[in-house]
């Protein structure tokens, strides 16, 4: 794998954003730059091949402009392109999730032909289904639908994209995507679910699937803002900076200090006095960032995916210690590992680490916070980034990181 240097003058450039999927990472840095790292089997990473990366790899046949947003599905990767008006996916395809009319993998972003045009204000990606908010409040599902996780009123796979017509008069503001079950918050602050329900993830009060979006109504006098979802349950936050959790809670993931499902949402108390910002849903674990740049961490720590320097699972909130006590401006939950974003645009790693999704250039797993070089300010390596391609690439970041072929 040929590595590129920077431009001599070229400005530093730092990470916007990073997404995590089941076993593989994302970022978007300033100057359109996009990489990816860990499994790529399914053409998740976007290189056209079916490599591993252990480093975060630039994709350098993707020369889309403007790309403002980059998100992971388990398998799969979508982007967007705000100067386009264009939605570009790959990985794999089964089950229609790319919104390519089939059910390929495809190893290298290709667009979303039937979103072409759509004024995006956010795109979520579970499991095996996809969908895409517009700045209209509308809402686009495509992929696995075996659940009802789409909201169309049928259990029908839906290869393309299809707009969600239960919510005609409802003005969404954000939507999350678990395994198999959805949600969403809208602009007056209501929560909606949908899809499959066994745990009680819907927080509808029971255990159904629900094929259409239906209205969480449990909690009374808080306008929410924010939603994520895990693999099986779901995460949300009102208006006042509270934080609620509902659904499976077999290894602690909703973070009230016991192992029970909870089928309406509650209040996380351990958190009532901090203001959370910022959410997000791994399989079976939960992080949740302050207002103050604190992260927590929760849930399912097999692979020290939780952050707190051990590997037992955790029923309740533990804060994350980071170097210098940096303050957290991003986090992105994997199925096994997260990434956090500093406010000083360092990137950081941990938990299950074996496909190379660290970013790290191992291939083990951490129970703290680590330093992913190529991607931060304070990196200290080689001062290349890799390339998926041997062509040249302009305006490369001048901190750079370790080919997979060195000592780490």
């Known amino acids: 794998m040929d590595s590129v240097m920077a431009a001599p003058d070229s400005p530093p450039q730092t990470v916007v954003l990073v997404s995590a999927g089941a076993s593989h990472s994302v970022a978007l840095l300033t100057g359109n730059v996009l990489c ?20 975060p790899t630039v994709l350098s046949g993707f ?51 039937a979103l072409q045009g759509l004024k ?30 789409l909201g169309l009123g049928t259990t029908e796979d839906s290869l393309l994209p299809q707009k969600i017509q ?36 819907l927080g509808l009060g ?6 259409l979006p239906e209205k969480v109504s449990s909690v009374e006098g808080e306008k929410m803002v924010l939603v994520a979802c895990g693999w099986r349950h779901t995460i949300t936050v009102s208006d006042s900076g509270n934080l609620y959790t509902y659904g499976w809670s077999k290894y602690g993931q909703l973070g009230h200090g016991d192992f029970e499902d909870h ?19 791994g399989w079976r674990h939960t992080m949740a960032l302050t207002s103050e740049g604190k992260l927590y961490g929760w849930g399912w720590n097999k692979f020290g995916q939780v952050g707190v320097g051990n590997n037992d699972d955790h029923s309740s909130p533990g804060q994350v210690s980071f170097p210098e006590d ?30 190379g999704q660290l ?45 997979q072929n060195d000592t780490p």
């Open 166 to 201: 239960a919510f005609e008069s409802v003005c969404v503001k954000m939507i999350a995507a678990g395994a198999e079950h959805t949600a969403a918050v809208t602009e007056d602050g209501d929560l909606y679910g949908w899809g499959w329900g066994r745990y009680g993830n």
């Open 359 to 403: 970013g790290n250039g191992e291939i083990v797993d951490r129970n703290t916070p680590v330093l992913i070089d190529a991607l931060s300010s304070d990196g200290s390596a080689c001062k290349k980034l890799e390339s998926s391609t041997a062509a040249p690439f302009a305006g490369l970041p001048k901190f750079g990181c370790r080919r």
């Open 206 to 211: 029971d255990r159904n699937d629900r094929l």
């Open 36 to 55: 990816s790292w860990g499994r790529g089997e399914d053409g998740q990473l976007g290189h056209g091949d079916a490599e591993d990366r252990l480093v």
């Open 120 to 149: 995006i204000k956010q795109i979520a990606c579970g499991d095996s289904h996809c969908l895409a908010v517009t700045m209209a409040g509308e809402v686009q599902s495509w992929g696995r639908n075996q659940n009802g996780q």
């Open 326 to 355: 940096q303050k957290i401006s991003q986090v992105a939950c994997g199925w096994r590992h997260t990434l956090a974003l500093s406010e000083k645009k360092n990137v950081f790693s941990w938990g299950r680490g074996t496909s």
């Open 63 to 113: 020369d889309a402009p403007a790309i403002t947003s980059v998100i992971c599905g388990a398998d799969h990767t979508t982007a967007y392109s705000e100067d386009e008006l264009q939605v570009y996916s790959w990985g794999w395809g089964d089950f229609g999730r790319l919104g390519h009319g089939n059910s390929s993998d495809v190893f290298t972003p290709q667009p979303v032909k």
């Open 263 to 281: 089928l309406v949402p509650h209040k996380v108390e351990a958190l009532k006095d901090s203001t959370i910002s910022q959410i997000s849903g």
